[in-house]
């Protein structure tokens, strides 16, 4: 199961990478578009914000089975490996309570928009469930990989350098 959950956080990575990748190329079509030849198009801008928020929503579940997330290390940095584990859970049981939540009212709101009709206020007038469905499936990743997190950090006892080291070095 372990596996299977990683496996569709990678996927979601995968995406989003090539999500971001896209918006690049959208956001270079438009600056061509609107600076070369005086004709800006409608769809650019608003299509790149969608691409981006579905892009940061999938890749939550990666980031944190990967540890990219931030870390305040002051504490953790003073106390024995075992109470950095117990704090370790206490984050991922906190990320998990916060993600129930969050995707609760996420689906709330997308069966709200698709209900009453919601779009955008542009020249598009996208649909809005299209950009907050995103928010609901991007925490239910989150939620099953916090899942996995928990029952590795119950299964495993994780050796101190693990724990300790932050996600990335932001030294100057």
């Known amino acids: 199961m372990l596996r299977f959950i990683d496996g569709v956080s990678d996927q979601f990575a995968r995406i989003a990478a090539v999500l971001f990748f896209v918006i690049g190329l959208v956001i270079s079509f438009e600056v061509v578009a609107r600076y070369v030849f005086n004709s800006p198009t409608t769809w650019a801008e608003e299509g790149a914000r969608l691409l981006q928020l579905w892009a940061t929503y999938l890749a939550m579940g990666y980031v944190l089975r990967t540890d990219g997330l931030i870390r305040i290390t002051v504490l953790t940095e003073m106390i024995g490996p075992g109470g950095r584990r ?7 049981v906190w990320i ?11 689906l709330e709101v997308v069966f709200e928009s698709i209900e009453k009709g919601r779009a955008t206020a542009t020249m598009n007038q996208v ?46």
């Open 127 to 172: 649909p809005k469930f299209w950009t907050e469905t995103a928010i609901p499936a991007g925490f239910f990743v989150l939620m099953l990989q916090v899942l996995a997190q928990i029952w590795r950090q119950i299964r495993n006892k994780p050796d101190d350098s693990e724990l300790a080291k932050p996600a990335a070095d932001m030294s100057i």
């Open 96 to 106: 998990l309570v916060f993600s129930a939540f969050a995707f609760w009212l996420g």
């Open 86 to 92: 117990m704090l370790e859970l206490l984050a991922l």
